[in-house]
């Protein structure tokens, strides 16, 4: 296997790693409640963008790479938040497998 060479001084974004709660609202359902688990830092790069049309709108989607220090624990369903941006985690893998970095494909929830 091929170790693959990611600059750690690219890790500049100070992220805010986050699990959600389940919270139930007394009607039978839920909300979320989303709690910081740590801060962390890391490298976001653009992926893909799209606007499919659906329900007689547009939804644009806009999907990022982000690139962290390895932090196990760290899978689908929870997110990165840096300001007023909110990253869902999709995937959460390491790239190589030795241990180092952790790759995360995540949609960014539009506001």
Sequence with gaps: MRVQFIDPGAFRTELS???A??????AGGHTESW???????GFIEP?????????????????HRITLRFRPGVSGG?????????FTILTA?????TG???VCLAKEKQT
Excluded: K, N
């Design 100 to 102: 180092r970095y952790l």
């Design 21 to 26: 709660a389940l919270v139930p609202d007394g």
């Design 47 to 63: 992926v893909r963008a799209s606007a499919p049309f659906g329900a007689g709108q547009r939804h644009e989607e806009v999907t």
């Design 17 to 19: 790693l986050q699990h």
């Design 35 to 41: 709690s910081e688990i740590a801060t962390v830092f």
């Design 78 to 86: 929870m997110r990165l938040v840096r300001a007023t941006r909110a």
């Design 93 to 97: 893998h390491d790239p190589d497998e």
